[in-house]
């Protein structure tokens, strides 16, 4: 079994891969994942310098998947909103025909 350092690192890993590939399902499922090792952790685990740096870095890879998903989200409002106005001025057009 992998230890916690092992198993925080390979999260790691793999979320920075699936934010690379704007693969957000995997990131969803990475994210339970991370829920569960996080459960796992102890008390003692806090006196453990690699696991609380491979934590950190987790964290950190966090705050970039929001900043990430909050574009995405910003990006995709205003296509919808190029949409949206798109589809008025068509329907605007439409009694001209």
Known sequence: M???KEAFA???GKLRDAL???D????KALDEECSALVATLR?????????RQQIEELSRLYEELQRTGRAERERIA???T???QSKQVTNAYKPLR
């Open 2 to 4: 992998h230890s916690n």
């Open 10 to 12: 390979e999260l790691v």
């Open 20 to 22: 690379a590939a704007g």
């Open 24 to 27: 957000w399902e995997a990131i």
């Open 43 to 51: 008390d003692e685990d806090a006196f453990d310098a690699e696991l």
């Open 78 to 80: 205003a296509e919808l």
């Open 82 to 84: 190029r949409l949206s």
